[in-house]
């Protein structure tokens, strides 16, 4: 099941991404910018959202209720770091 999961998800993927393209030129916005703090933020989500589902298959799945706790702990840290990078900090 491997390999055709990661077919279809990447053709998921590519799919996701011409749909924002086509939606963003239909409400005539301007294209997204990368920068260096959009990919960071990517990356970030990613890595939070990994270790969330992660530390869900370790205490579900393989019976790891104590370690799993932790790691899926860990990915909500991560992922709640994302609101201030994206937000900014305003006082």
Same mark, same amino acid.
């Given at each position: 099941?491997? =390999? ?32 260096? =703090? ?54």
């Amino acid at each position: 099941m491997r =390999q055709p999961g990661i077919i279809f998800g990447c053709i998921g993927l590519v799919l996701a991404l011409i749909t924002l393209i086509i939606w963003r030129k239909m409400e005539h916005k301007k294209p997204i910018r990368v920068s260096p =703090q959009t990919v960071f933020s990517i990356v970030v989500g990613i890595v939070g959202a990994l270790a969330l589902g992660i530390g869900m298959c370790f205490s579900m799945v393989w019976g790891k209720m104590v370690l799993g706790i932790i790691i899926g702990m860990l990915g909500i840290v991560i992922l709640l770091c994302l609101i201030p990078l994206t937000k900014g900090l305003k006082e």
